[in-house]
């Protein structure tokens, strides 16, 4: 919807968002830029498009909706065609008593679309506003059950399927309007509506295996004909731009699609197996917005460390942890708080996931000569003020990265270790001299991801003695300290809002609840009983003790230890207490969490 500019300034006033001071300097950016000031005030998150949908409709005194497109009879919805819906903008969500048809539009000032749909569907309607987005996922109700449409495509397949993998490809196989091409749509987009993270397309010797990594986890979700492989990993191919006809060696690409109005970036990877060539698909959500450190997972000291970090002028600040814990979010996250006009931020990285608005983003290109530490050589030269390395994989970018962090730049890293304590040493096998370690890092974070609980739909139960005693067990708790311990930590994690209102799982004594998945929820995103993820952190803060056992050349475990003497919260007993709390369960930690 677009909004003048007359309007936009009485929303900011109204609303309170920003000082005449700060509206006077935003119009006179407006209209040197020639840009709309709607489009300013949300880029630079003055309002985003939900706030500035509600403000206006405060403003014009029309009802706001936001929309449950799981909650949309479907013979209510197709009371609107779905190209005139389309082309407006426009769902009908209820039919109130009384027989009032509630309508949502994005514009409900467009005169014309409202007397078009009223001779559609008669004039006894109510008309709500709800955001562009909203609509355009609500809209994509009109497409049915892409699973069911994926395997009628299929069937047609498989009746041709002759057993045998079929490698000859023509340019009708794989031309846009070929079953191919659907099959490999459908698959895009059953995968974006199941919030998987990765697709794997697999050949096996009778059928070609279609799996996508939910919430961490991978799930067989199709099985396709053996006849079909060649003509699809050819068409992801050409999608992807990739060489149709060579299949000896891995090969990388990337593409762009748009489902339910958002665009996502598809990073493809292809690989030679016995029985064909592997594809993996990595989808990137590029209209993500970077979220709080709270709302990824931190709280309680390690969000005290982390934020005490980011207030350094220089140093170095690692994240650890294994491929696929979230490493990459995090370094969003972070970039996104620093980002302000008056700070140059560049990377180098490999790929590059997240886009951020402001920030100077490199990609490796090893063919060419841009490696990490060539790219980091290069940052230097262009006056950067925060630096950060997507990984640090050898002895000289670790140099690299530790002479930046020692001549004024604040530089933000990850490496591959188990958790945060063997990151320091790590760095020491990499040549880095231990008083450059003590002096330049900052903060360590080890971080996981574990399966988040449907807050709505979790279980809570009483444990066994003998849970109650296995758990206590994994605590971490430090000498001198009881049971009390923990229950004070719960209490503080309560009152930092991890767990929702549940209520305490524990008492000065001991476990009186735990949590578990409801095995039967799988609505609403939900994947039985889990839905989304959410981190288990451990920050290890560079203390002077933590500096002299550098010096010396420390194990990890000793290093651990006095961390956790210093106040460390450990990954496990993060995870513990978020399951006390019922945001995750303790097998979801014991999976993720175990060496």
């Given amino acids: 919807m677009r909004i003048s500019d007359a309007i936009i300034e009485k929303l900011l006033a109204r609303s309170g968002v920003a000082t005449a001071e700060q509206i006077t300097t935003l119009k006179d950016e407006a209209v040197h830029s020639r840009r709309p000031l709607q489009e300013l005030v949300v880029e630079k998150e003055i309002f985003n498009e939900k706030t500035l949908t509600q403000a206006f409709a405060d403003y014009a005194q029309i009802p706001y ?35 009032m048809q509630q309508l949502a539009m994005e514009d409900p000032d467009d005169v014309q679309a409202v007397n078009f749909i009223q001779k559609e569907i008669g004039e006894n309607t109510q008309i709500f506003i709800a955001s562009r987005s909203n609509i355009l996922a609500t809209l994509e109700n009109y497409r049915g059950d892409v699973n069911q449409e994926l395997n009628e495509v299929i069937d047609v397949q498989r009746e041709d399927d002759n057993g045998e993998q079929v490698q000859a490809v023509s340019e009708q196989d794989v031309a846009e309007d070929s079953p191919i091409a659907q099959t490999v749509n459908l698959l895009l987009e059953y995968a974006i509506r199941s919030h998987a993270s990765d697709i794997h397309i697999e050949p096996r010797e009778s059928f070609v295996q279609i799996r996508y990594r939910i919430d961490g986890v991978l799930k067989e979700v199709n099985r396709l004909p053996s006849n079909v492989i060649g003509a699809l990993v050819s068409r992801v191919k050409i999608l992807a731009n ?8 891995p090969q990388d690409g990337r593409f762009k699609i748009k489902v339910g109005g958002k665009q996502y970036a598809l990073r493809v990877s ?5 029985d064909g060539e592997k594809i993996v698909m990595r989808i990137l959500d590029e209209s993500d917005q970077a979220v709080t450190l709270e ?39 972070i970039l996104s ?19 951020i608005l402001g920030v100077n983003q490199t990609q490796t290109n090893s063919k060419a000569g841009m490696t990490f530490a060539s790219g980091l050589r290069a940052l230097l030269r262009q006056d950067p003020n925060i630096i950060m390395i997507g990984e640090i994989r050898d002895g000289e970018t670790a140099n690299l990265g530790v002479q930046a962090a020692l001549t004024g730049h604040l530089v933000f890293s990850t490496l591959h270790t188990n958790d945060a304590a063997t990151c320091l040493p790590r760095l020491l096998d990499m040549g ?16 996981r991801l574990v399966r988040q609980l449907n807050i709505a739909t979790r279980q809570s139960y009483a444990p066994t003695e003998e849970e109650k005693q296995a758990i206590i067990r994994m605590f971490n708790i430090p000498p001198g300290k009881d049971f009390s311990y923990i229950h004070e930590l719960e209490k503080q994690a309560a009152a930092e809002g991890i767990g929702g209102d549940a209520p305490l799982s524990t008492d000065e004594r001991g476990i009186n609840t735990l949590w578990r998945a409801n095995p039967d929820d799988n609505e609403n995103d939900a994947h039985n009983g889990y839905k989304g993820r959410i981190g288990i952190y451990e920050t290890l803060a560079n203390t002077l003790p933590i500096q002299k056992l550098i010096m010396s050349h420390a194990t990890s475990n000793q290093l651990a230890t ?9 990954m496990q007993t993060d995870g513990l207490i978020k399951a006390l709390r019922g945001q995750t369960t303790i097998e979801e930690v014991l999976r993720v969490s175990k060496e």
């Fill in 432 to 447: 880095v001299e231990p008083f450059l370690i003590a002096s330049t890092v900052k903060a360590v974070v080890g971080q």
């Fill in 65 to 99: 909706i936001e929309l449950d497109p799981h909650a949309i009879p479907s013979d209510v919805l197709n009371r609107i065609p779905e190209r005139v819906a389309r082309q407006y903008n426009a769902v009908l969500f209820n039919v109130a008593e009384g027989g």
């Fill in 242 to 249: 990739l060489k149709i006809d060579e299949r000896r060696v």
């Fill in 270 to 274: 292809s690989m030679p197996i016995a």
């Fill in 295 to 333: 709302s990824l997972g931190y709280w309680g000291v390690s969000l005290k460390v982390i934020k005490l970090a980011l207030t350094e002028p220089d140093g170095m600040v690692l994240l650890t942890g294994p491929t696929g814990s979230g490493k990459s979010t995090s370094l969003f996250s």
């Fill in 337 to 355: 708080i620093l980002n302000t006009p008056d700070v140059n931020i560049a990377t180098i990285e490999d790929p590059v996931e997240y886009k």
């Fill in 562 to 570: 006095q961390a956790v003497a210093d106040g460390m919260m450990t």
